[in-house]
T-cell receptor, first 114, second 115 residues
Framework: DQQVKQNSPSLSVQEGRISILNCDYT??????FLWYKKYPAEGPTFLIS?????DKNEDGRFTVFLNKSAKHLSLHIVPSQPGDSAVYFC?????????????FGKGTKLTVNP | DVKVTQSSRYLVKRTGEKVFLECVQD?????MFWYRQDPGLGLRLIYF???????EKGDIPEGYSVSREKKERFSLILESASTNQTSMYLC??????????????FGPGTRLTVL
């Protein structure tokens, strides 16, 4: 059973426009969420995170929104740049119990066209 | 900067061979992880370790084993490589929850091809 879902395998946007990547989760015990970016032939790199006590977190061009009631989070990239073209993974972590495991979605491949 | 290194970027092995993938981190992290990444399947956890000589199975441990003799080093072992183990293997590490939230730092990956 997939606990973290990224339902769009791919997304294509024009340079300068907004990119919105979506992620849904099913486990109400998740309380910390992360986005990773991955270029081909490289390891994922951490991008931005949000804890369940917040509904928004910004870092430069990247903003993550969390809607706990809908069990949904989204990553907004504004403005999108060609260098943002990569696979983006959403990940979630359960609270309590000292668990350090992350549960990853399957990823969304973002292509930003010049 | 946290640095996670993996012993090889590309590896080609034959079916039935025993394969060792090595991972080293330099940030004194307690936790270390091995994932594989396959197209359309995302990142799947194979094994993880939260302390020296400790290990726990992830979601897909079959056909793999691990070793953690020192805190900075976590090895993934394919006992008898098979073609369905052709994949990108990613190692990651993280500090304990007492120090920070669960950000994991990844190595560059090893692209393993089993012929």
């Amino acid at each position: 059973d997939q606990q973290v879902k990224q339902n769009s395998p791919s997304l294509s946007v024009q340079e300068g426009r907004i990119s919105i990547l979506n992620c849904d989760y099913t486990n109400s015990m998740f309380d910390y969420f992360l986005w990773y970016k991955k270029y081909p032939a490289e390891g994922p790199t951490f991008l931005i995170s949000i804890s369940s006590i917040k509904d928004k977190n910004e870092d430069g061009r990247f903003t993550v929104f969390l809607n706990k009631s809908a069990k949904h989070l989204s990553l907004h990239i504004v403005p999108s740049q060609p260098g943002d073209s990569a696979v983006y993974f959403c990940a979630a972590s359960p609270s309590g119990g000292g668990s350090e495991k992350l549960v990853f979605g399957k990823g969304t491949k973002l292509t930003v066209n010049p | 900067d946290v640095k996670v290194t993996q012993s090889s970027r590309y590896l080609v092995k034959r079916t039935g061979e025993k394969v060792f993938l090595e991972c080293v981190q330099d940030m004194d992290h307690e936790n270390m992880f091995w994932y594989r990444q396959d197209p359309g399947l995302g990142l799947r956890l194979i094994y993880f370790s939260y302390d020296v000589k400790m290990k726990e199975k992830g979601d897909i441990p079959e056909g793999y084993s691990v070793s953690r003799e020192k805190k900075e080093r976590f090895s993934l072992i394919l006992e008898s490589a098979s073609t369905n183990q052709t994949s990108m293997y990613l190692c990651a590490s993280s500090a304990s929850l007492a120090v920070s939230y669960n950000e994991q730092f990844f190595g560059p990956g090893t692209r393993l091809t089993v012929l």
